[in-house]
Nanobody, 124 residues
């Protein structure tokens, strides 16, 4: 499984940004896929995820209502649309794939494959 995140950048608070994660092969339908982020000096934290089937989505409380996870099956690409960005959203964003049970879908340890990360910086 290959994952490549892209689209990060610098944006002002209140702005929007969409990041992408290009995947390989039959990632969708075989693995749950999600986004995590890690700010300097902090642990990697869950942001959003699709269930393996893609029929369910999950969000961290801190981004619910502001971020939207989506995917294009034909392009085998996953997206994270981020709106109303805040300085505290600044982090390296990683996409991941794995086979977590539903209760573990928010845990980074449940994911086996990781992209290289893309930096998102929100200025105040």
């Amino acid at each position: 499984v290959q994952l490549q995140a892209s689209g990060g950048g610098l944006v002002q608070a209140g702005g929007s940004l969409r990041i992408s994660c290009a995947t390989s092969g039959r990632t969708f339908g075989t693995y749950a896929t999600g986004w995590f982020r890690q700010a300097p000096g902090k642990e990697r934290e869950f942001v959003a995820a699709f269930s393996r089937s893609g029929g369910s989505t999950y969000y961290a409380d801190s981004v619910k209502g502001r971020f939207t996870i989506s995917r294009d099956n034909a392009k085998i690409t996953m997206y994270l649309q981020m709106s109303s960005l805040k300085p505290e959203d600044t982090a390296v964003y990683y996409c991941a794939a794995g086979r977590p049970i539903t209760s573990e879908i928010r845990h980074a340890r449940s994911y086996d494959y990781w992209g290289q990360g893309t930096q998102v910086t929100v200025s105040s």
